[in-house]
T-cell receptor, first 116, second 114 residues
Framework: AQKITQTQPGMFVQEKEAVTLDCTYDTSDPSYGLFWYKQPSSGEMIFLIYQGSYDQQNATEGRYSLNFQKARKSANLVISASQLGDSAMYFC?????????????FGTGTRLTIIP | DADVTQTPRNRITKTGKRIMLECSQTKGHDRMYWYRQDPGLGLRLIYYSFDVKDINKGEISDGYSVSRQAQAKFSLSLESAIPNQTALYFC?????????????FGSGTRLTVV
């Protein structure tokens, strides 16, 4: 089974609209962390936001917020008021620690295109 | 200078050649990682190291080896490159900051094996 599932290979959104990128995860560990990264066409991985499994509140960072629904095992990224510069690949990732071994597992990504 | 520097940025090599990708960091982090990115597959972990004497295989280590020469340096080698190792390779470091382990990625090395 996939550890991280991103079901939207590509999305097109009108500039200034809000957009939600879906991410579901699978783990039996009680302690884990969820990350979102942005990868523009230049290729670098840019950290956007983090949510810990024990965090009571949904994480927010500027225009980015994480809609964390623990019972549903989903961690969707919400970008408010989208901008042309938001066009990029977006990856959801999960950090697990098993017997001292740490692993960051990535989803397959969603390519977001913002339309002027 | 970037916190995590990868060299080279781009490389084209021939099948069967040995090639080394280098990574150095100024973050002072103990943990370092090598990932590979293929289109449609996201990033997959090749090797990771929690300190100089600790090296661990990731999910796709076959055909690769690593060397942790110092806390700041972590190299990835392809002993005999093959075309399906054509990919974008990322080095990353991690440390606990702000209550969680954050990861810093290098800019990537685009490797083409012909």
């Amino acid at each position: 089974a996939q550890k991280i599932t991103q079901t939207q290979p590509g999305m097109f959104v009108q500039e200034k609209e809000a957009v939600t990128l879906d991410c579901t995860y699978d783990t039996s560990d009680p302690s884990y962390g969820l990350f979102w990264y942005k990868q523009p066409s230049s290729g670098e991985m840019i950290f956007l936001i983090y949510q810990g499994s024990y965090d009571q509140q949904n994480a927010t960072e500027g225009r980015y917020s994480l809609n964390f629904q623990k019972a549903r095992k989903s961690a969707n990224l919400v970008i408010s008021a989208s901008q042309l510069g938001d066009s990029a690949m977006y990856f959801c990732a999960m950090r697990e620690v098993n017997f001292g071994n740490e692993k960051l597992t990535f989803g397959t990504g969603t390519r977001l295109t913002i339309i002027p | 200078d970037a916190d995590v520097t990868q060299t080279p940025r781009n490389r084209i090599t021939k099948t069967g050649k040995r090639i080394m990708l280098e990574c150095s960091q100024t973050k002072g982090h103990d943990r370092m990682y090598w990932y590979r990115q293929d289109p449609g597959l996201g990033l997959r972990l090749i090797y990771y190291s929690f300190d100089v004497k600790d090296i661990n295989k990731g999910e796709i280590s076959d055909g690769y080896s690593v060397s942790r020469q110092a806390q700041a340096k972590f190299s990835l080698s392809l002993e005999s490159a093959i075309p399906n190792q054509t990919a974008l390779y990322f080095c990353a470091t991690s440390d606990r900051t702000g209550g969680f382990y954050g990861y810093t990625f290098g800019s990537g090395t685009r490797l083409t094996v012909v």
